[in-house]
């Protein structure tokens, strides 16, 4: 796999493997969450909500975005986000197209920003996921990273 800056040229490809790759996390969500709160985090469709979250995190200025890609297909890609005074590096986003999960796509992208991370004088880096089952691959993937997890616990309740 070869990974490379993003460019705009690459956007309907990074939104389609996302949406096909996050679909088992909204189910997910969506059989953890009440269908009260559920319908007030994603009114219309969950892929709108992500669609636009994948682009606002392309057009991020302050975000910096790379895409794995095999031969001329692209197959992944991470955004990440420094966080200078506090010398933080976060992995904003990140999705493999299901096709290519398990060949080593996430992990691969993961140690490149981590790298560059570090080289931009970073000294720790930090990502969020989900405890609900939809997310159970991308931490088994932090986790073979060197990512430590950090018991925390979000409630929401409707108003």
Not at 58 to 68: D, F, L, P, R, S
């Amino acid at each position: 796999m070869h990974i490379e800056p993003y460019s705009f040229a690459y956007l309907d490809s990074i939104i389609q493997l996302s949406l096909r790759a996050w679909s088992p996390v909204f189910l997910s969500i969506k059989e953890t969450l009440s269908d009260e709160l559920y319908q007030t985090f994603y009114p219309d469709r969950w892929e709108i909500s992500q669609q636009k979250a994948v682009e606002a995190a392309c057009n991020a200025k302050e975000m910096t975005v790379w895409v794995g890609k095999e031969r001329d297909l692209v197959v992944g890609f991470i955004a990440v986000k420094l966080h200078q005074e506090d010398k933080l590096g976060e992995i904003h986003m990140v999705a493999v197209d299901p096709d290519f999960q398990g060949r080593g796509v996430g992990s691969s992208l993961i140690h490149f920003a981590l790298g560059w991370m570090k080289d931009e004088g970073m000294s720790i880096a930090i990502v969020e996921t989900g405890a609900d089952h939809g997310h159970t691959p991308a931490r088994h993937t932090y986790e073979k990273a060197g990512f430590e997890p950090f018991p925390l616990v979000r409630y929401f309740k409707h108003l």
